[in-house]
């Protein structure tokens, strides 16, 4: 379960900007309702007693979300809960010590990375395998299930490596598998699981090729425990012929479009119009294929997927049940059915609110609004009079008050691309939690929206949870306050799809990377591993450049223009390109910044 973390730079009165390979290049020279009542009463309450962190976790509503993970300490720092309900005092890691720890210079103790940062936590995902288990192991005890659970993570949640790996070694004494849904995805899982539990399902999803299918086969080979789930009716004839040739008695799965679907923005791969899967007439003419190929006895998986997000368990049910009658006919008709693979999930309460999604303030000012367009246009048109237009914006004004949403949000520039660490904000307008990871025993008393590092409009964050257009903030202090005078933000929740989505919009990499695993130690962690962000050059050669030629060129510039002669501010030659190799090497994200930024 990663974190970001972005810093806010206080050099700057508020709005403030934020801070947060090996090439032929020469070395350079030496963002990290109900519950509305309950944050209008934690301010309340602060008008006549002393703030303490406890009103800032309503405010952000961290124990909605984040238990029993995230919490706020004494200090006012976000603190991690390693090991869930289970984790004792001492074992808490200060979110804000793990940044100084790996963005203070290597000279005091540091590891001299700059921010943003993603935080793995190793630690929370080993407690979260073994929850999800226990839960569905509570469930089959309680009902007499007669079969049992194996989990199966689909690797295109978080292809990174040690996330994969991690869940094959901590799902091992469960069976915990992996799903494919490329061919990279596929030779990613086969590695990982030959670590695995030798009964852990190795899932082939997604469309495929000839090559596909023999990778697969390939990986039933190696005695890896591989089903190749059938979505279009023609690879069952790429099966039949491959398992042939390479002698190899392959498992079939089949995808079942159902009937049943929902109606929420992952809700299209569902229903008899979704994109993947076999209808019934589908199912029937593949049985018979499998059966005229002798093969029947190999159809062992049925799979459905009713989207993600799913907003209801009673959908969910519907899905099973419908599910289980084709499995039982499937059964009826010869095949030796022996897993049904149940696909998508529930909701996640990104915002700790238990609702449906729309914030009843959000509905509330979008409905105001709406009126007040009206009159405006009936101004317009002359049927309406001036002192009755004015009464409206009155009316306007106090609900706006009243929720919240009167004063404009300041702008806090935040040393990250949206598009890069946070692309489903972007692309679908999902929300995170986002919070300050420190001064927490303070009063936030800013709304402010988040603006990124790019140059585009859509670079902002300005819809939080709670159906928030602002978030609450504290005042950017100096250089002689506050954690060396950085304002830190976290983004919470953000494990899966990001990284995998993230792009490279103006040539802004992702952050660098570290694992954190909680310790004895006086500071209670310890950084694992570090993954540094790509530099410069390399994400230039993501796009095809050349850097190395990039900096000749560049180089015999300045030679051809005899910089050395012509520099009338003291920098000579030599500085000039040691400063070029040194911007080729660096990352793209803001290091340090001027007063005037």
């Known amino acids: 379960m990663p974190v970001m973390a972005c810093c806010v730079d206080s050099a700057v009165a508020p709005p403030g900007h934020a801070d947060a390979g090996d090439t032929s290049i020469p070395s350079p020279v030496p963002f990290l309702s109900s519950n509305a009542a309950a944050v209008t ?58 940044v100084k720890k790996v963005s203070d210079p290597k000279s005091a103790g540091g590891l001299g990375l700059r921010l943003p940062l993603i935080v793995r936590l190793p630690d929370v995902l080993k407690n979260r395998v073994e929850s999800l288990h226990s839960a569905f192991e509570s469930a089959i005890q309680a009902q007499c299930y007669e079969s049992h659970y194996q989990g199966v ?28 849904g490329s061919k990279p995805e596929l030779l990613l899982a086969m590695s990982c699981l030959c670590k695995g539990n030798p009964e852990a399902l190795l899932v082939c999803n997604g469309f495929k090729d000839a090559e596909y299918v023999s990778l697969a086969l390939i990986a039933k080979k190696l005695a890896l425990n591989t089903v190749i789930v059938l979505e279009q009716e023609e690879e069952v004839n790429l099966v039949i012929d491959l398992s042939n040739k390479l002698s190899v008695r392959p498992v079939i799965g089949i995808r079942a479009k159902l009937r049943t679907k929902h109606s929420g923005h992952f809700g299209s791969t569902s229903g008899e119009k979704g994109k993947f899967g076999l209808t019934t007439t589908q199912i029937l003419r593949l049985v018979k294929k499998l059966q005229d190929s002798g093969m029947l006895d190999c159809l062992q998986l049925l799979h459905f997927h009713i989207g993600s997000q799913i907003p209801s368990t ?126 927490l025993d303070e009063k936030p008393e800013v709304r402010g929206v988040l603006s990124d590092l790019t140059c585009d409009s859509d670079g902002k964050i300005d819809k939080f949870i709670g159906g928030e257009t602002s978030l609450l903030l504290h005042e950017l202090e100096g250089n002689d306050g506050g954690a060396n005078g950085r304002y830190y933000l976290g983004m919470f929740l953000g494990g899966a799809y990001q990284e995998a989505l993230g792009g490279v919009h103006n040539l802004f990499g992702g952050p660098n990377v570290v694992s954190v695993l909680q310790s004895d130690g006086p500071q209670s962690f310890a950084v694992t591993r570090v993954m540094p962000g790509p530099s410069c050059a390399d994400v230039l050669r993501m796009m095809q450049h050349e850097p190395e030629l990039m900096f000749e060129t560049l180089k015999h510039r300045a030679e051809e223009f005899h910089v050395e002669d012509h520099d009338n501010d003291g920098t000579n030659y030599a500085t000039l390109i040691s400063s070029l190799a040194r911007s080729f090497h660096n990352m793209p994200y803001l290091k340090a910044l001027s007063p005037c930024s």
């Open 41 to 98: 009463a934690a301010v309340a309450n602060s008008e006549s007693s002393h703030w303490s962190p406890a009103h800032s976790s309503a405010i952000y509503r961290i124990d909605e979300w984040g238990a029993p993970y995230f919490s706020v300490n004494s200090s006012g720092n976000v603190v991690v809960r390693p090991y869930g309900t289970g984790t004792l005092a001492h074992q808490e890691i200060d979110l804000l010590k793990i």
């Open 153 to 180: 993570y689909p690797v295109k949640c978080n292809q990174d490596r040690l996330v994969a790996e991690d869940i094959v070694k901590f799902g091992a004494p469960f069976r915990f598998g992996l799903e494919a």
């Open 314 to 439: 009673a959908l969910l049910q519907d899905g099973v049940v419908e599910a289980t009658q084709i499995y039982s006919e499937l059964v009826r008709l010869g095949a030796c059915m022996k897993v049904i693979d149940i696909g998508g999930g529930l909701g996640i309460d990104y915002d700790g609110s238990k609702s449906a999604m729309r914030h009843e303030n959000e509905t509330c000012l979008l409905y105001a609004d709406q009126l007040k367009q009206r009159c405006v246009e009936q101004f317009i048109e002359g049927s309406l009079r001036i002192e009755q237009l004015a009464d409206v914006d009155g009316l306007f004004d106090l609900v706006s008050k009243v929720i919240g949403a009167a004063e404009p949000a300041r702008i806090y520039n935040v040393n990250l691309s949206i598009f890069t660490s946070i692309p489903d904000f972007w692309s679908i307008g999902q929300v995170f939690p986002i919070v300050p990871i420190h001064r």
